[in-house]
């Protein structure tokens, strides 16, 4: 049963250095162009590894969510956990395939449940959830799931305004929200769905410069739909959020603001 140190066969006190020279030795054997494509998931999982710990902050994230998760359970837990077909195991399967490179086979389980649908927050321990749910969406945007990553980021940042948990760790999810939503998300879903996702960000507790910029987004989006009583008053929030909004001139002159 692999972890990310046992994968890369290092030690949990191994250094960057030590990191990226067992990567460069694992990769060498086992990279697609060399072993072909039947190493290609063995070779993502790899990847997976060594990004994330040599991310200080990635990797104190994992380390607390493995050392968590596996100092609870002492026997044949994926094996027991695959017996049950409760909501609360299936839950726990989710967690325990993403802890251990299982990546395929935890969406898998969890899209069986019901995808963005299934409340893992009602089975998990509220730490579990978190974590569960952060690296899970980090999968499902690899996928090019756009859209199914952003629906499990917004409770998970919503449950840290209300009491953290992430503290430090919060910088990277809340950048990883800011670059799904800049650079991916618009392209994966409808119009009416993109204003649903801009309008669901704003009042998240985010920036003034982020909310002044997604609601300017929103403001073209509820344009293109039609909405244009509704776009001037958004726009004009934004405004008086970031006088110096870029990028406005054709919106103020479709609004005549």
Partial sequence: MENYYTLLGI????TREEIKKAFREKAKHIHPDIAGDISAGRMRKLLTAYEVLTDLDRRFEYDRAYSRFSAKYHFDYRTYLREQEDGASRSKLVFFELLHLEDDEAISIWEEQGGIDFPMEKYLDREDWMDCTFMLAEELEKRGRYYESFMLLLPLIREERRRPYFRHFMEEVESFLRELVRLRLRGAVDTETWADCLEALIGLGFS???????????????????????????????????????NVKQLRKKLNV
């Fill in 11 to 14: 030690s949990v006190n191994a």
């Fill in 208 to 246: 003034t410069r982020d909310e002044a910029r997604w609601m300017r987004s929103l403001a073209e989006a509820l344009v293109q739909l039609g909405e244009s009583r509704q776009a001037e008053r958004i726009f004009r929030e934004a405004l008086k959020l970031d006088p110096g909004l870029p």
